[in-house]
């Protein structure tokens, strides 16, 4: 597992280029055939991959910003201007105030140099796309850009609610902002799809990661309110989070908004279908994140401070993976099965046959019946020794009790050589996929 943004890059942050292709390579020389990313959308506030102003679209600060100078599309002498970034840390805001700017006057470079086959493609991509989510998607990002980087909802009202009046008025006005979101986009694409032919051509499958909810100042949420469950206003009457428990007394208020499962079910589910055919044209494995929530999730008022006066409601559960998988076909999907797990849930997962998933570092607390212990696995699962949501194996070995680290050793034999090593090698003797 390693998201693009922690490889190395001269520019402050992991990009889709050379070191993306070094990459790849050492997995091949490692014998390895899988790789594993986290989202790839644009990150907004605290620049979680889990938060993105679209679920659609790429993030903008991994094009690699040589190959723009390769291609003609940006002077070789605004990389040489580039400031020093920190090299132990990506410094999100010094990245994104150099590159975003460069990346429009990349827009500018192309509509005054580039060449016939450049704009062709650009012009496919936005046939291609634009029906599905391109369109929203630029139009949501220029005119947020208008008002200053503000949130949908404090927009006037007629855009904000999306009156075709206002919304034909402002596309007019902000059209070359909204074509160089596209050509932006184009760029990322076109960046991946590389990257992805290279990992597959060396015989290693990218597993992607696809949240199950969405970041309320998106351009999803905005250009489909009707298939959340908002107010007139559009703000939320219900958002996510999950209920609390021993780690967590008022629980966790994720503030997501929920979607209208009806009124999804009536459409047919053809938004769902078509976010997970545009993921499954970016990887070649599917990992859905909070699969629980699919057959029942918490709902918690809008307004609330925690998520403790949260309940229960049903998810489409089975009505929704038969529509989607009928749909889509034979999609190869492994599911995040952690945390509050129901007979319920289990039975939903092993309806379709998806392998779930095992973390090592929950699995030494002491009882020999652990799921997480790997003499308790079923084939049908993946095991990692840790997730992107947990410490290093050397940070989670050197911060548990005494009484985990004695059992953790036990078990791997009573030798302690290299933690990190001992526990990859515990997965990879295990009976999991």
């Not at 679209?54 to 003609?72: H, K, Q, T, W, Y």
């Not at 208008?146 to 919304?167: I, Q, V």
């Not at 905005?222 to 559009?234: I, P, T, Y």
Request: aromatic content about 14%; overall charge negative; proline content about 5%.
């Amino acid at each position: 597992m390693l998201h693009p943004t922690s490889l190395p890059g001269g520019f402050g942050v992991g990009e889709l280029g050379e070191m993306a292709y070094r990459w790849i390579e050492f997995l091949e020389k490692a014998k390895q055939t899988v790789w594993q990313i986290l989202p790839l959308g644009p990150t907004g506030y605290g620049n979680s991959p889990y938060s993105t102003s679209s679920v659609f679209a790429g993030n903008p600060i991994l094009i690699d910003m040589s190959r723009l100078a390769f291609e003609g599309f940006l002077d070789h002498r605004d990389l040489e201007n580039a400031p020093a970034f920190s090299k132990d840390h990506v410094d999100f805001e010094a990245v994104i105030n150099w590159k975003m700017p460069l990346l429009q006057r990349s827009y500018q470079k192309f509509l005054v140099s580039a060449n016939e086959t450049s704009r062709k493609a650009f012009e496919q991509f936005c046939n291609k796309y634009d029906d599905m989510w391109l369109d929203e998607f630029a139009t949501y990002m220029a005119i947020k850009n208008h008002f200053g980087g503000s949130s949908w909802h404090t927009w006037e009202e007629d855009l904000r609610l999306r009156k075709s009046k206002a919304l034909k008025s402002i596309k007019k006005e902000l059209a070359d902002e909204i074509l160089a979101t596209k050509f932006i986009q184009h760029q990322f694409f076109k960046q991946w799809a590389g990257i992805k032919k290279y990992a597959n051509e060396k015989g290693i499958q990218i597993i992607g990661d696809i949240p199950i909810y969405v970041n309320f100042d998106s351009a999803e949420v905005w250009a489909s309110q009707d298939k959340f469950l908002l107010d007139e206003s559009g703000n939320p009457t219900e958002v996510s989070g999950v209920p609390p428990d021993y780690f967590s007394p008022t629980g966790q208020l994720w503030g997501n908004p929920l979607y209208d499962w009806k009124r999804m079910k009536k459409g047919g589910y053809t938004w769902w279908i078509d976010r997970i055919k545009m993921t499954m044209e970016t990887v070649d494995i599917l990992r859905i994140d909070h699969f629980r929530g699919f057959e029942s999730y918490w709902a918690v008022p809008f307004g609330e401070k925690t998520a403790e006066n949260g309940v229960w409601r049903k998810g489409p559960a089975n009505d929704f993976f038969d529509v989607l998988l009928e749909a889509l076909g034979d999609v190869p999907i492994v599911v995040e099965d952690l945390g509050f797990i129901t007979p319920e849930v289990r039975k939903l997962r092993e309806d379709y046959n998806f392998p779930g998933m095992k973390i090592l570092q929950f699995a030494f607390g002491g009882d020999t019946e652990e799921a997480f212990l790997p003499h308790n696995y079923d084939q049908n699962c993946i095991v990692y020794t840790g997730s992107h949501d947990n410490d290093t194996t050397r940070g989670w070995f050197e911060k548990s009790a005494p009484h985990e680290q004695q059992y953790c050793l036990a078990y791997l034999g009573g030798i302690r050589n290299d933690i990190s090593w001992d526990m990859v090698r515990l997965a990879s003797s295990s009976t999991a996929l």
